[in-house]
């Protein structure tokens, strides 16, 4: 039985350990925040979106049972 | 997590309509049981309760499988879904008597009087709505749940 798994797992060959260490970069992806970074960079676009449909709700309320309905 | 993916988009595609959804029914229970208002506003609440939350859920399962081809921002891939809804919650609500089409624009509910120089108004704005709730709220689902 030792034979055979000593067969199956071949011991690893040169230095195993990487030439650096990972433990930095990995804490940096850690604190990474995407989702925050993303709302940061909001695009104006999608700002003067969201101001034409705040506009459209104050002035035309009709709008918000036909919006609701596609919701 | 790699397992089940089209289950979990599924998932993050209904997520919104099923907030919007008890804010419907809230309305609704108010309206019709404690205001007693005569029109059976309940007609409207099937084409937000039984499509649209499956229209969302599939709707995101195809931007999954289709995205590695097209490359789509899911943004854009949720605004394309009016033009495919906007005519099936028509035909939906002219069927069920809440949506009365006029000589000079259209009835919703008997009582929103959208003239049809309103109607593309109303169609750009349900294209940015979907368009901010697709980038913004489905696509932050999907960062979460692993499958973007």
Redesign the interface.
């Known amino acids: 039985m030792k034979k055979l798994l000593q067969q199956a797992l071949p011991p690893v060959k040169g230095d195993a350990e990487p030439d650096r260490d990972l433990w930095p970069a990995m804490l940096e992806r850690l604190n990474a925040q ?2 925050a970074v993303a ?1 940061a960079g909001c695009a104006w676009f ?1 700002w003067a ?2 101001a ?2 705040a506009a ?1 709700v104050a002035f ?1 309320p ?2 918000i ?7 | 997590m790699n397992t089940h993916p089209y289950l979990r988009a599924f998932l993050a595609g209904i997520f ?2 099923a907030l ?1 959804l008890p ?2 029914l809230t ?1 609704f229970i108010v309206l019709r049981l404690v205001l007693h208002v005569p029109f059976p506003i309940e007609r ?1 609440i099937i ?2 309760m039984a499509l ?1 939350p499956s229209l969302f859920g599939l709707w995101n399962m195809l931007w999954l499988a289709s995205h590695g081809r097209t490359h789509l921002p899911i943004g854009v891939h949720g605004a394309v879904l ?1 033009i495919f ?2 005519p099936i ?1 028509a035909t939906v ?1 002219s069927c069920l008597g809440i949506l009365a089409v006029g000589a000079h624009g259209v009835t ?2 008997q ?4 003239p049809y120089a ?1 109607i593309g ?2 169609f750009l ?2 294209l ?2 979907y ?3 697709w ?2 709220i489905v696509g ?1 689902l999907n ?1 979460v749940l692993g499958i973007a």
């Open positions: 995407p989702d709302l999608d979106l969201v034409g449909l459209l035309f009709a709008s049972p036909v919006l609701l309905y596609y919701l | 919104v309509p919007v804010l419907i309305v409207g084409f937000p649209v009016p809804g906007a919650g609500a919703w509910f009582a929103c009087e959208v309103l108004v109303f704005a349900a940015a709505g368009y901010l709730v980038k913004y932050f960062r």
